[in-house]
């Protein structure tokens, strides 16, 4: 099956469609990747990736095309531009790059911006062959949320492009079962399957290499964040439980990553003096399960609004697969996946007493309390997030989609 993936992010960025393509092409898929250049979290491109030229390169077996694009930079107005550059690049530069080359499927990993489908719709009109949408993100809504667009004219547009996304493409993959319903309202008759998240099997073994020192790490009771320091994480709920928990000497909070936030987060861990609050910036995803594993607790933080309560972020899957209790300071789906699986403790979003109440009771838990938690989390994420069954089922998707349109 000769499959073309979409997707504004790719390697050496750190998302999740990295390890399916990776398995894809284990798994006997010729998979050829469409993508622009390395530019996220930092908003610069990486060396050796020149904004404004088209590359070819080869990556775990998937050969890859990346397009001229507008760099996100770190600014609302340049995230539009790199938003709309990639759909305009793509439409452009596209057809000549994948000239003479035929598809089964084309497969588009959504997260924002979801607009990144229209290329693909397109070129699978180009090329005669189904696309197949996976939504990681809910439009507008996802945009009205984390204060981007406000204007209600620009949203209802918005809302009228994702109608015609939805309804122009071949299935629809959803992440969490609480997207369908508003997916299903935008997307009439098109088929949708309930897809979700997983994480490669690194997060669930047993680490052996060292991993750097971080202090607060390791060091008595440490709580965990890993991830985009962002406005949709609402990280000022960690600062304030850390100002909460500063007579607690033992309890640490670690928060590793970078994004908008992390400025804010330093400059107010300086100036309320918070000794436990520590961020030590961004490390390589292949160091992520080893700090999960040293730390204590793992939390997971959205802000308070409906769209990210229908939302479940990818690293809950990553902190259940890791085997550690998870703190979840957030609502809907996402805190209730964790109280399902009894992998740990939930705590309402933005809620910043209640989650510093929240680790005072996981912190007051037996060691032996605390690693059935994190065991009952590793045995949910194997029944329902593994990661080379979820592959499996993508693939049988995909053909289904792939045989279909021949059929007709």
């Known amino acids: ?109 959504a997260p924002s911006p979801i607009l990144q489908a229209i290329p693909a719709i397109f070129l699978g009109w180009l090329k005669g062959c189904p696309v197949v949408l996976w939504v990681q993100d809910l439009w507008p809504e996802s945009l009205s949320a984390t204060g981007y667009v406000q204007n209600r004219w620009v949203l209802k547009l918005v809302e009228q492009v994702v109608r015609f996304i939805y309804r122009h493409v071949d299935l629809l993959l959803v992440q969490s079962r609480a997207f369908e319903a508003p997916v299903r309202a935008l997307a009439a008759g098109t088929p949708i399957e309930y897809y979700p998240n997983s994480v490669d099997d690194a997060f669930t073994m047993a680490i052996t290499n060292e991993v750097p020192i971080i202090p607060g790490l390791g060091e008595g009771f440490s709580v965990m964040f890993a991830g985009n320091i962002g406005m949709a994480q609402a990280v000022g709920v ?14 640490h909070f670690i928060v590793l990553g970078d994004g908008s936030s992390r400025q804010w987060m330093l400059k107010e861990a300086e100036k309320r003096a918070l000794n436990n609050l520590h961020l030590p910036g961004r490390f390589p995803i292949e160091t992520m399960p080893g700090f999960m594993q040293k730390a204590s607790a793992l939390l997971v933080t959205l802000t308070d609004q409906p769209i990210f309560a229908a939302t479940v972020p990818n690293k809950v899957q990553a902190y259940l697969a890791a085997g550690k209790p998870i703190i979840a300071c957030l609502n809907g789906e996402g805190a209730r996946l964790v109280v399902e699986a009894g992998a740990g403790l939930a705590t309402p979003a933005e809620d910043a007493k209640a989650l510093a109440e929240t680790i005072l009771q996981l912190y007051s838990l037996t060691p032996v309390e605390r690693k059935n938690m994190g065991e009952n989390g590793r045995q949910y994420f194997q029944k329902h997030f593994n990661h080379d069954h979820l592959v499996d089922q993508l693939i049988g998707y995909l053909q289904s989609v792939s045989q279909s349109d021949k059929e007709i």
């Open 238 to 251: 960690i600062v304030e439980a850390a100002s909460l928990l500063k007579s607690y000497r033992d309890i």
């Open 1 to 109: 099956m000769r499959t073309l993936i979409v997707s504004q992010y790719f390697w050496p960025e750190s998302f999740r469609i990295n390890d399916v393509a990776k398995t894809l092409v284990e798994k006997g898929v010729e998979v050829e990747v469409l993508t622009c250049k390395p530019n996220y979290p930092s908003g610069k491109t990486l060396l050796g990736y020149p904004a404004w030229k088209c590359q070819q390169e080869i990556h775990e077996g998937a050969q890859i095309h990346r397009i001229p694009f507008f760099p996100r930079g770190n600014s609302a107005w340049r995230l539009g531009l790199n938003y709309l550059s990639f759909i305009i690049s793509s439409l452009f530069f596209a057809p000549w790059l994948l000239r003479k080359k035929n598809f089964d499927v084309i497969f588009v990993y």
